[in-house]
């Protein structure tokens, strides 16, 4: 069936990608700091955000999904095998596609990489370091794995400055809201509104 991969590798990435980093965290921190489970939580940004950063995350979103739509990026580089959006190549607005796209957008690479980036790295490092260098640092180290765009789909390469922008927005908002929440409902619109693009704009 269908919707049996898209699960697989959205469960795959949370427990691999994501799981294993957190269970390190919360072994580091139980062990060297005694800390209880729900304080490593809330120091990871797994815990709610106010209200106005949960406003100014809705307003980032909404800009990107602007930005995209008035955009209208070639689709060519997208539909290649090496793009993460082939699968979503002739699908149109189909419940698969929807499907599909909230799934790796959301669980896929929003949450892993927002745990990971924004949770665990920029926490750490707004801790140690003034706000204005952890945030610098942790969007370079965020753009680290995203220049294999470069690889995949050099064509696309203008991407990569909007990709550096939104990780200082979302390393911003996570330190001052001390929640992943926002970067996250960033980060997934992002991803979601990526593959539906690619899946309406290539149907037949």
């Not at 793009?83 to 669980?107: E, I, T």
Request: glycine share 8%.
């Amino acid at each position: 069936m269908w919707i049996g991969v898209p699960i697989a590798n959205a469960l795959i990435a949370v427990l691999l990608l994501a799981g294993l980093p957190f269970l390190g965290y919360v072994i580091w921190h139980k062990w060297r700091h005694k800390r209880a489970f729900a304080e490593i939580a809330r120091r990871a940004g797994l815990q709610g955000s106010d209200t106005r950063h949960v406003l100014i995350s809705m307003a980032v979103a909404a800009f990107v999904v602007c930005v995209l739509l008035l955009w209208q990026p070639p689709m060519a580089p997208f539909m290649g095998k090496a793009s993460p959006q082939h699968a979503f190549v002739g699908l149109g607005w189909s419940v698969p596609a929807v499907v599909m796209a909230l799934l790796y957008g959301a669980v896929q690479t929003g949450f892993v990489e927002e745990l990971v980036f924004r949770g665990l790295i920029a926490g750490s490092l707004a801790r140690r370091l003034p706000l204005a260098w952890a945030n610098l640092l942790q969007a370079l180290i965020f753009m680290l794995p995203h220049l294999l765009l470069l690889k995949t789909m050099p064509q696309m390469w203008m991407l990569l400055p909007l990709v550096f922008v939104l990780a200082l927005v979302m390393g911003w908002i996570r330190v001052k809201s001390g929640s992943i929440l926002g970067p996250w409902l960033v980060h997934a619109t992002l991803n979601i509104t990526m593959c539906l693009m690619v899946a309406v704009r290539t149907a037949g």
